[in-house]
């Protein structure tokens, strides 16, 4: 039961960072790689935006991405850890996933490409450029495996306290 109510807050938590993360260009550009390839391309060739633009290498982002839920997830789960590997692999498992899903299903699928606040000054009519989903499966895919290596090493050091 704890696990859903953690899960649960952890993915609100979630929404609401990516909520405020949003609503500017200056904020929007943090996560331009996760745009279709169209709207990178009008960004970059923006004259007040497109020096802005920082990329990072996905391998970095990867890397990093793993470190910050692979903390996040070991702190909620040490809070109902067990003894042994496995229950602690699959408890930090099924949270990772889930939240790889409601970032998909949800704040990707549903509320990302619908949600004006998204959107880069001069493409505020032109929703169809922001549907293309084919970033966030990318990034779906990505999340399984970055996920599972999380529960591999969190598991085995929840195993050991």
Wanted: with cysteine; hydrophobic share 50%.
């Amino acid at each position: 039961m704890i696990l859903i109510i953690e899960t649960i807050c952890l993915c609100l938590a979630f929404w609401g960072i990516c909520y405020l993360a949003t609503g500017t260009d200056e904020k929007n550009l943090k996560s331009l790689s996760s745009y279709p390839d169209e709207i990178q391309s009008m960004v970059k060739a923006n004259p007040a935006l497109g020096l802005q633009v920082k990329t990072v290498s996905p391998v970095t982002s990867f890397l990093a991405n793993q470190l910050l839920y692979g903390i996040l997830l070991l702190i909620l789960c040490f809070f109902i850890r067990k003894d042994g590997f496995l229950p602690n692999f699959l408890n930090v498992l099924v949270m990772g996933e889930i939240l790889n899903a409601f970032d998909f299903f949800v704040m990707d699928l549903l509320w990302w490409r619908h949600s004006k606040r998204v959107r880069f000054s001069g493409t505020e009519n032109q929703p169809e450029l922001y549907r293309d989903p084919k970033k966030h499966l990318i990034s779906f895919t990505k999340g399984i495996a970055m996920f599972f290596i999380v529960a591999v090493i969190d598991g085995w050091i929840l195993s050991l306290l």
